[in-house]
Each structure stands twice: as C-alpha cells, then as structure tokens.
C-alpha cells in the first residue's frame, strides 16, 4: 500500500481534511501533521515533518497546503532529497513529477478550489518520473545542488 503524508497549517487545514479522505477512498495509507484547526500554525513545522519522513523512505509522497504552498514548497525543499513543487492545476502537477521526478506537492488552499485541488493531487499521484536522461541529468544536478560550495559544476 503506497503512503502520504500530508501537513498543513492554519489555512490549509480544511482543504487537507478534504484530500485525506479522498487518499482513503483511493486506497493509500495517509497520515497527517500540522494544524488541528484553524488556529494560526507556523508551516515550516509541517513542512519539516512531512519533508523528513519522504526523505527518510517512509512515505512515497508528500502534500503541503499553506496559503499559496509557496512557503511550504520553500521550507520543504531544505530537506534532502525532496522535491517539492507548488502546483496550480493538473498540468503543472503532471510534468512536476515526469519532468522534476517531484515528490511532494504543495498546494495553496486559498488560490485553488478544493474540487481542483483533489484533480490536481490525483494528477500527481498517477504522473511517474520520466527517466530520459535530460530529466535524469536535471534531477541529479538538483541532488548536487544539495552539497553546493558556490562553485559551478563542471
């Protein structure tokens, strides 16, 4: 059974509630981190719950919902090995996971209706990474990104 993890703060609670169930009914082992309710909730703490447990293996994805998932995606993407995109409809969470072989989607509750938001996180999960390799050479130069000493890559 795949797993995702899935955290939010404050006004993304609701809409995480809302693709949870929709992870439950599609089969997927889910759990969740974050906000209770919709009292204010700083995301870099989601983030950093969801990121580490992705990068550590025991998860297949992640899903991030703030405000716009731009301080979700950012704050995610200081964790190794993840990476996390913000989409903002099907297209753009398809080509994230062929072309970026994305592993958490980020997703901003206050700029996508949560019927398109439960399109988008099923667009996502059903994309697989591309291995051509000009995706598998961009993927790796995003990896070495990670141990960047200001020098350029040769």
């Not at 731009?70 to 995109?85: H, L, T, V």
């Not at 999960?125 to 350029?152: D, F, N, W, Y």
Request: proline content about 4%; charged content about 25%; glycine content about 8%.
């Amino acid at each position: 059974m795949r797993t995702v993890v899935l955290g939010s703060d404050h006004a993304g609670f609701a809409l995480r509630r809302i693709l949870t169930t929709r992870l439950v009914d599609l089969g997927y082992a889910v759990s969740e981190y974050g906000a209770t309710d919709e009292t204010a909730y700083d995301y870099p703490d989601a983030a950093r719950e969801v990121a580490r447990r992705v990068s550590k293996g025991e998860a297949d994805f992640g899903v991030l919902i703030c405000g716009t998932g731009i301080g979700m995606s950012m704050a995610a993407n200081k964790c190794p090995e993840i990476r996390a995109a913000v989409a903002w409809n099907e297209e753009s969470a398809r080509l994230t996971r062929e072309h970026n072989h994305a592993n958490v989607l980020c997703l901003g509750a206050r700029l996508i209706e949560p019927d398109e938001a439960v399109k988008i996180l099923e667009a996502f999960l059903s994309a697989a990474p591309s291995m051509e390799p000009r995706h598998v050479r961009r993927v790796q130069k995003i990896r070495e990104l990670g141990e960047c000493t200001g020098a350029p890559s040769t």
